[in-house]
């Protein structure tokens, strides 16, 4: 028998609950409360009661903090997951961008290899062709001189032939005029030939200096520096550093010295005119070369205007290219 509820509770731990801790304390309290339930003591019912209670919320407040803590871990699980797909998504979009620029830059250098390529047969090709006809024309004009000679060398056989002859008869006479007729017509009609092939010569000769400032021009559009410019003229918003700028003025002066020269001699001659005017012998569009200068594309309408009157006299900004190349045997491959 129970004497008291201290050895009535330590009863019932020690029988059946022996291993028993703070965490198990619920269903004890709650076994010794049907116990003095069924024998109506009052005090120990309070007692076991209230022990119960506080015990139950102590346990549904931890699972709270358990249930809690493992909502937080999950959560902080999913949002890593999102951030490590998000960055992932990320990297994969850059790379797909490096390669599509890659590729674009490959393949506009195929295309301008090409290009170039085409355009190199096709000069060699008018400069065997130029020379094929300089070669002919060079040939018919001294056959024909010649003949001439030959012609010459038999009239004057024939005239002293003649010449005998004339004492002789009257008949021969006629026939010397008409030989003299004949050698006169055939003498003029040769001459006359012999000109014009003269004056297609001289423009031959004229034609076949054309490939050698050709070759000239060609050597500065292959420079590193107008390669990198017309590359850069096919990307929006590209800049173009001083070192650019210094390496174009240089291959400038290598290649067409009198053009700079002319340029600093004019009164009103500033850096940003000339470095149009370089722009311009390459036939780079306005508005790039705008973006360049960080000028509007108006501006440079006008510089180039400003640039004819002051060189050529000509107040129009449309022919400028056209007498700058004439003037300094400059001819560009762009559009």
Not at 6 to 27: G, H, I, L, M, Q
Not at 178 to 185: F, K, M, P, T
Request: proline share 2%; net charge positive.
């Amino acid at each position: 028998m129970l004497n008291n509820l201290d050895s009535a509770e330590f009863y019932y731990r020690k029988v059946y609950y022996p291993n028993t801790s703070s965490v198990v304390k619920n269903p004890m309290y709650k076994g010794l409360l049907n116990v003095f339930t069924k024998r109506h003591q009052a005090d120990s019912i309070s007692k076991y009661a209230q022990l119960y209670c506080e015990v139950n919320d102590s346990s549904i407040a931890k699972k709270d903090q358990e249930l809690t803590a493992q909502m937080a871990a999950s959560y902080n699980y999913y949002r890593y997951q999102k951030e490590a797909r998000e960055n992932e998504t990320k990297a994969n979009n850059t790379l797909i961008a490096l390669i599509t620029i890659l590729a674009l830059l490959v393949i506009t250098s195929m295309i301008l290899w090409n290009r170039y390529q085409k355009i190199k047969k096709r000069k060699q090709q008018e400069f065997i062709d130029l020379n094929t006809k300089y070669q002919n024309a060079t040939n018919e004009y001294n056959k024909n001189l010649r003949m001439l000679q030959i012609l010459d060398n038999a009239h004057q056989g024939v005239i002293a032939n003649i010449q005998e002859e004339l004492d002789r008869t009257k008949d021969e006479s006629s026939r010397l005029s008409e030989l003299n007729a004949e050698y006169e017509s055939e003498k003029t009609r040769l001459e006359e030939e012999n000109s014009k092939l003269a004056e297609s010569l001289k423009t031959l000769e004229r034609q076949k200096g054309l490939p050698n400032y050709l070759e000239h021009t060609q050597l500065f559009m292959e420079t590193e520096i107008v390669r990198c410019l017309k590359t850069l003229e096919m990307i929006p918003l590209s800049k173009v550093t001083e070192a650019n700028w210094t390496k174009l003025t240089t291959e400038v002066a290598c290649f067409f010295p009198q053009l700079l020269n002319d340029l600093n001699l004019l009164p009103k001659m500033t850096k940003q005119k000339i470095r149009v005017c370089l722009l311009v012998i390459l036939k780079i569009q306005d508005n790039c070369i705008a973006n360049w200068l960080n000028l509007k594309a108006s501006r440079i309408s006008n510089i180039k205007s400003e640039l004819n009157k002051e060189m050529f006299n000509d107040c129009s900004a449309r022919t400028i290219y056209n007498n700058l190349r004439q003037k300094y045997n400059i001819l560009s491959n762009g559009k």
